[in-house]
């Protein structure tokens, strides 16, 4: 069972490796009645687009989405969608060495023990290339979004990059589209700009941690107990390659707090309750607030650098690796939109079932 | 759909509120023939049972478990074992004033605001209590992990409680059942003690990290892309009663460091692969590498405190709120038992779904 | 993998074995705030009891259903119900026969072979018994969907009793529970007596078939291509013990029909479309069309009778056996309500499912 | 949810519509290691192909099937293959009838209801060339089969065709594929393809009956309560186009039958267990038995005829309906390899449910 589908109701699958002809998702239960567009589902993967800037890999790929069913005339009819995307630019590469040696920090020796064969050409199927697929999947859940919760925002940026966290004074919504690192924070994107040039140069790589927030949530999405809304996005963000942890609000900080400074107040405002902090990142027993939906993840730095490293080969001899070519010093930032993917995802999911168990109409109301 | 089940092939659901009659574990899909004996059900949930000490609550329940199905003679029949926990010390409290009105942090609120309707009786379905399932069923676990995994072992421990983290260089395996947090630092037990009886007699309560680690994991466990082993974990952490952050291996502090300091260089031992440290906790790729399994996760403080905090009623009208009676200055500790159980679970599970996929051995051979 | 469970959003897992302690069902996804009377639930196992003549099993169960969760001050709260049966009538009877034999055309043997151990009292989890479980959970269902379909009527009923079918002519919808069999023909009722009274006193057994209707159900209901409306239904009917054959609308009959004969013509009637006839049984590409939706499946004859049958032992000796003990001359009269409840659990699911996907209101107007 | 994946383990979804780019399967789950051919699934695609004899639809499709992931060097890799079958021959035809009238007997109007939007061309997702794609992932599953359980054979033919049935005294395996109708019976074969010629020529259309028989199907495949084997060969069976009816064994005539007729009498041969007879269907207590597994399933006529039929149209007036161009006199014999690839799929599944929780040997040994 290796279960490449994620999602309840709206469910998707991806399938593709890094250098087959093709990869792509079936996304399954988008209501109908939404307006596709393939532009638009573009627009996201664009941003995910590998070779973008000097801080990431330089592949080319066109990352061009057909959507091949599920649309008609532009809007989608309630049946699967399938989108595709070709690989474009696999490079007449010499894998020998990778296809007999294990790269340490990476999934080439577990697929190989597990499976006993594996594509080795760009990683296969435990390529982050796999993302791709889930930004398309995103697009049409953001499509979806749009129409059932019109005021939702879905903003991904990074926070972290190796041991530089960003100054939260700084944080400037503005900022994030304008710098490539995906950052609020525009002192930062400075200081990393140079960071990160030393490490590209030195073939190195490192790791960051990146925060989405979805602001404008309707509160009561969530299927406790075990498909709360973290519970889900915590599997959403986990399931992203390369990530090592994730975090709801307060997060592993929670643990510092005592029950005082833990406690959200609530206070009745003109729309509903108002809460004089956000600790519990919008969420209450699984279950959505109404208050900004706030998940962080860090990022594991790319194991494919230029330092040379112990290994073994598949015969079980002891070896050494280092890893040529393009590659990512910041894997992280591409990470972002996926990110953004993997929450819309997730709260259209919840948005159907909670309508599906509830209906349209939350049945609890305050005041 | 509000989704009471994990798992994949061993799949548990748990049901039952803190106050009702009973609650309980249906447990599907437990292998044929594993020996299942209450008694050893019921040495994992004296773990976590509380008023075991004065740093958990003084509610008195004997959690004893009865098993109304699925096992004859002893042994699983491989038909669905139901466990059920009757409730005894349904104190015949005053909860009126929970019934109106919203614990700041709690899921008071957001239960009202999904279902319009809640048992307010302790909390009713969103109570910790509903962990005694998961211990229960994780007994069941540990039984068929003991046949098709019997060199595993599962250990959870505390390794922060509020600002204070254990110090790693006094770890001792020998010690986590030598004092009421299950710490392995018996230096970090001793403050500790001072620490929470102080939160306690002042009415606050604390949040903890705890650690749980699976020795002895076969590798080639995990299903990528969406069921990875560590989304799985992720996922069985995130939904335990308070947690707000999980980790894997090197977790958030994954993003402070460099591919070279992050690989986990390989060489040729006399049974397979060995690593010359562990930053991937075990798992690459979303796949067992044979290391120790290591997940963490942030327990929050619980929101039952004696202070007093703004809030609402269910009119809608600002008030104030203080939680008297019985509660756990730091529910971190009952948490320990409950994410062993989850671990044994998750890791059964997964070892079911390889063997269903892949068959009894793994195809790879290394050497 | 056992999986007990049936249903997407509206989940019902079964559990518990014939001479267990107890049996029951672990109802999950109902949706909040609906009236759940334990006495409401008794009417419909009442129905099913055995012992309530002398053409059902002699066994004496009281069939109480206890409500342990999911269910506050008389309301559902959204969360699991769990539904317990005790078994009371657990006759000390010597089962050492069929422990060590095979009755031929009953699941012993490959209980036996799969597992390699079984609950061989009364049949253990392959028992006609687990069927209490889901008239309870049927039930549940019932409530619900007088909330949400307040005008579907769900009536089962005997179309055939051995070779004996009844006569359509001699249809009354008012005679079907005016009679032991629920047959809807009066004539029927009397032959059937004669008929069943001589089997009974042979030791024999007949099968039958078993009809379900569902009248007002909502258009639109299905989730082509997999989960289409008939074939959830075939599925939850193929899984009631001792069904051999599912038919839908005109069912095997479809095969020697022309297309003239076989289309159902529309036209315009003052509520929507109207049909000139039901071949299709309501449903339409596996979605309901609003017509009656028609379900009629075949039960074997219980192959408990008094007839020596030759079979073989556990140890692999051919033997022969006979079954003396309470039986069931028809087990299909108590399938009735087995069908019914089945039929209300799928189209309660799939009301769920179509407003989660949908929404509340079908966008496709017709006129 | 429109829910367009069946399996537990061995789990595919398809996509696509009758005349859109492509159509296509997602297979996930299969086992790694298996050779995978896009010959060898060319083979069975073929089989179901129209326009392969004056008695299915004359439209042309080269079905040609491309492997777009999941298979490496010929091997599968574990990971998913997806299937896409281009759609080449969508005739530029005038659809506007169609598109707003309704075909009697057709899914026309529900789509319309439920969705409020559908591709009409060519029936859109509901045509039947969706099964282009279950016949394309039945291949997958034979392979996998050829792997796991290599004795086993599937075969499917036609027992009846419109009120004509086969002479079960003339079975003989050897004619099935000597004839367009895939029956083994060759008298049938001649009076059928006069009778079909007649109705081709006038425009009309019929049913029939197919059954698909598995020989050499392990003991011990099942997942009793609601994943019984029949129970998931009855979904997967009623889940294609037109099919209204489905029988294991017996079928609806076991309602007929006395216990002792139906007792399949058990004794002891020399590889194990052999049985007198199969009114079961090769499944009990729907655990299969070893003995042959029997399927069948009632095809109703297609709807697309040329005799005119009364209707409405999507504003709700009456009007008259009449389809011409390119239709199936009897679909079912394209149903054929349907059948085949889904019991495939079906048992394959089984056989990694049943070795997931049960392991590779049965642990029940008979003497």
Redesign the interface.
Known sequence: ??????G??F?V?????SH?????A?V??C???VKIDAADLQHWLDQRKPGQNKYTTQRREADEV?I???V?EG????????L?IRNTDQRSKDYSEIAEK??????D???????????PRGG???SAR?TAARVAAGGIARAALGVLAPDLQITGYMV????HGIDRAGFDWNQIDQNPFWTPDPKAAEDWAVYLDG?RKSG??????IEVTARNVP??L???????L???L??AM??INAV?????????????????????????GPDG?EY?SN???G???????GQEVVV?F????????L?T????T?????AEIITKGRHDPCV?IRAVPVGEAMMACVILDHI?????????E??????
Request: glycine share 18%; charged share 20%.
């Open positions: 069972m290796s279960i490449n589908s994620f309840h109701l469910r699958t991806t399938w593709g490796e087959g002809p093709a990869l792509g079936t399954d239960g209501p109908p009645g057909e091949l069913s599920g008609y809007y989608s009819t309630g049946t699967p969608i399938q595709m294990f790269r340490p920090g990476h999934a020796i577990t697929y190989w023990q597990k499976y006993g064969i594996r594509d296969g199927r435990s796999e972290q990059m190796g041991p490490l190195s790589s490192v790791g960051a941690v509160a009561g969530g299927a406790p107990i075990y498909a709360k973290d519970t889900d915590a599997a986990m399931s090592k942890g994730v975090e709801i609000g307060e997060g592993m900080g929670a643990a510092s707090l005592t029950g005082e400074d833990n406690a959200d107040e609530i206070s009745m309750p004089s600790h519990a990142g969420i209450l027993g699984g279950i959505s607030t962080r860090a990022v594991k730095p790319t194991s494919s650098i330092t490293r112990k290994t073994i598949k015969s079980g001899e002891d992280g159907l079932l909670n309508r599906g168990q509830i209906g349209e939350l049945p609890g109301k305050i005041g």
